[in-house]
């Protein structure tokens, strides 16, 4: 017995759930990632998210450019590292991390992550610096 109704049109069918993640959702969960990588101490960043820690905000969006199309995401990353740091090995694994966090959380596939190293901490300069983090 054929079905009287016929196919279902396109028309017909209901709408796809469209979900549209923001830029600066993307990098704060980038900012995050790479804030847990043994040897970070922190995101480079302009005046704006410097003013913003001193008066006691975690800026996790600082040091990142995230470019979100369609269903890909590129990342840009500017870290501080710890003196005494394999930058190399940091940067490898800040890549990882975020591209996992990223596409775990948001189902983005992340086409490219890269990571630009703008400066170097000394532990001795930072009291509670060798964590990994910022005091």
């Not at 209901?14 to 923001?22: G, K, N, Q």
């Not at 959380?105 to 964590?131: F, I, N």
Request: charged share 25%; no cysteine; proline share 7%.
């Amino acid at each position: 017995m054929a079905d009287e109704e016929g196919p279902v049109k396109p028309e017909d069918t209901p709408p796809a759930l469209e979900i549209r993640i923001a830029d600066d959702v993307v990098a704060s969960i980038a900012g995050m990632a790479a804030a847990e990588v043994p040897g970070v101490f922190g995101m480079a960043g302009g005046l704006v998210g410097d003013l913003s820690e001193r008066l006691g905000r975690r800026n996790w969006q600082k040091g990142v450019k995230v470019e979100v199309q369609q269903q890909t995401a590129t990342i840009d990353l500017y870290l501080v590292v710890l003196y005494g740091s394999r930058i190399p090995e940091i940067a490898q694994k800040v890549q990882e991390r975020v591209r996992q966090a990223v596409e775990s959380m948001t189902g983005l596939k992340v086409k490219a992550v890269d990571v630009h190293v703008q400066g170097v901490s000394s532990p001795d300069d930072h009291p509670g610096a060798e964590t990994g983090g910022p005091p």
